[in-house]
């Protein structure tokens, strides 16, 4: 079936370092893909996403390109901040499915 | 726009007894979610509607388990007779029928059963 794998956390960084986190999806067909953020005591919120391959989703300066040939939808940023510290889900939507698949969620924790 | 809310926030119940949880959506969302959310998982679908219409559960709901819309607005998500492996956060989500991937979550109810 449908799955979506993250790198496992936590990811712990110094503040202003250089952001990935690995995302890796099995799907048939032409999935949507989605990173959503999840604070701590919050839910998930909508951080970027991507409809089609070769498609670049960003915001907030976070970054991430749908590579259909690896299957994969990795997140960047350039310098990481103290308040992105939060846990981050990959996720793909297929049509026709009607429901959002996760990965396991991946912890970043940003010190000073 | 005042997003998806969802009441209560936290429930701490006893094995055996009953809850319910409520989920009111964006007003002009035609389509509600259910998704149940473990410790370290990432969440899990359980239910959707569109307007009142349940139109897909899941394996994980079991017979324990119902959701309602009955009026095409807000939702309710029963537990009858709690296990302690229902503890969990239950996350609700709403969209546009014309845009159902992109969907929107509440702030989720995290249930104790003790």
């Known amino acids: 079936g449908d799955s979506v794998t993250q790198m496992e956390g936590p990811v712990t960084l110094s503040e202003e370092a250089f952001l990935t986190i690995n995302c890796t999806y099995t799907?048939?067909?032409?999935?949507?893909l989605f990173w959503y953020v999840q604070y701590p005591g919050e839910g998930l919120q909508l951080l970027l996403k991507?409809?089609?391959?070769?498609d670049k989703g960003s915001n907030k300066g976070f970054e991430a390109t749908y590579r259909k040939e690896t299957t994969s939808f990795h997140l960047e940023k350039g310098s990481v901040q103290v308040s992105d510290s939060a846990v981050y889900f990959c996720?793909?939507?297929?049509?026709?499915?009607?429901?959002?698949?996760f990965g396991a969620g991946t912890r970043l924790a940003v010190h000073p | 726009d005042t997003g998806v809310s969802q009441d209560p926030r936290h429930k701490i119940t006893k094995r055996g007894q009953n809850v319910t949880f409520r989920c009111d959506p964006i007003?002009?969302?035609?389509?509600l979610y259910w998704y149940r959310q473990t410790l370290g998982q990432g969440p899990e679908f359980l239910t959707y509607?569109?307007?009142?219409?349940?139109?897909?559960k899941s394996r994980l709901l079991s017979d324990r388990f119902s959701a309602e819309r009955p009026k095409g607005s807000f939702s309710t998500l029963e537990i009858q007779r709690t296990e302690q492996g229902d503890s969990a956060m239950y996350l609700c989500?709403?969209?546009?029928?014309?845009?159902?991937?992109?969907?929107?979550f509440g702030p989720g109810t995290r249930l104790l059963v003790l």
């Open positions: 989500a709403s969209s546009l029928q014309n845009s159902q991937e992109t969907q929107y």
């Open positions: 799907a048939t067909g032409y999935p949507s």
């Open positions: 991507a409809t089609k391959a070769d």
């Open positions: 996720a793909l939507f297929k049509g026709g499915y009607n429901k959002l698949i």
């Open positions: 007003s002009e969302h035609n389509r």
């Open positions: 509607f569109q307007n009142e219409a349940q139109l897909e």
